[in-house]
Antibody, heavy 126, light 109 residues
Framework: QVQLVQSGAEVKKPGASVKVSCKAS????????MHWVRQAPGQGLEWMGW????????NYAQKFQGRVTMTRDTSISTAYMELSRLRSDDTAVYYC???????????????????WGRGTLVTVSS | EIVLTQSPGTLSLSPGERATLSCRAS???????LAWYQQKPGQAPRLLIY???SRATGIPDRFSGSGSGTDFTLTISRLEPEDFAVYYC??????????FGQGTKLEIK
């Protein structure tokens, strides 16, 4: 079964770090980039960045540069997102999602997220 | 960075009615790079439309997408009870970066 299984909820104090995992199954882990998206309570979706599981290369949204680190362990088909120097406004559900593309009739790549994890709630509170 | 602005913020309609949701980009976006997602409470987003107008696998044909340039639309022709949710547009940008609109909440009137 093609799925992404995320680690469980976390409660952290301000200034601490959190590391969320995302285990892929049912497909070739190194064949798809993995993205991280977060959603604060009652708010919209915010893209954080991606990791290329094949090379380990990363690209982060400017907002998170210097605080986020995305890694992977190909031996267990798992991606990780670590966020440091946590603040109360980092309280959110963190999702992993893979992207893919489809060639349309004009030969253009149509990009989208086709598979999502169920999310991991990270609560930052003193 | 391209900003996506969705309107309205909240749309109140009854089952059986037609819903029209808008997504406007701050700069022109290739239709190939525009997708729509549905999110229900406590669930991850689900892909509805990609390439601005192509329905994802298993999505009912009452959902349709259209538009080009800076203006895109998601239309639900006849609302079913299960369609009441939050909808997001998304665009793919350079270096495989993505941005989302702020969402439109579709609620039962």
């Amino acid at each position: 079964q093609v799925q992404l299984v995320q680690s469980g909820a976390e409660v952290k104090k301000p200034g601490a770090s959190v590391k969320v995992s995302c285990k892929a199954s049912g497909y070739t882990f190194t064949g798809y980039y993995m993205h991280w998206v977060r959603q604060a309570p009652g708010q919209g979706l915010e893209w954080m960045g991606w990791i290329n599981p094949n090379s380990g290369g990363t690209n982060y949204a400017q907002k998170f540069q210097g605080r986020v680190t995305m890694t992977r362990d190909t031996s267990i088909s798992t991606a990780y997102m670590e966020l440091s120097r946590l603040r109360s406004d980092d309280t959110a559900v963190y999702y992993c999602a893979r992207d893919t593309y489809y060639y349309d009739s004009s030969g253009h790549r149509n990009w989208y997220f086709d598979l999502w994890g169920r999310g991991t709630l990270v609560t930052v509170s003193s | 960075e391209i900003v996506l602005t969705q309107s309205p913020g909240t749309l109140s309609l009854s089952p059986g009615e037609r819903a029209t949701l808008s997504c406007r980009a701050s700069q022109s976006v290739s239709s190939s790079y525009l997708a729509w997602y549905q999110q229900k409470p406590g669930q991850a987003p689900r892909l509805l439309i990609y390439g601005a107008s192509s329905r994802a696998t298993g999505i009912p044909d009452r959902f349709s997408g259209s538009g080009s340039g800076t203006d895109f639309t998601l239309t639900i022709s006849r609302l079913e009870p299960e369609d009441f949710a939050v909808y997001y547009c998304q665009q793919y940008g350079s270096s495989r970066m993505y941005t989302f609109g702020q969402g439109t909440k579709l609620e039962i009137k």
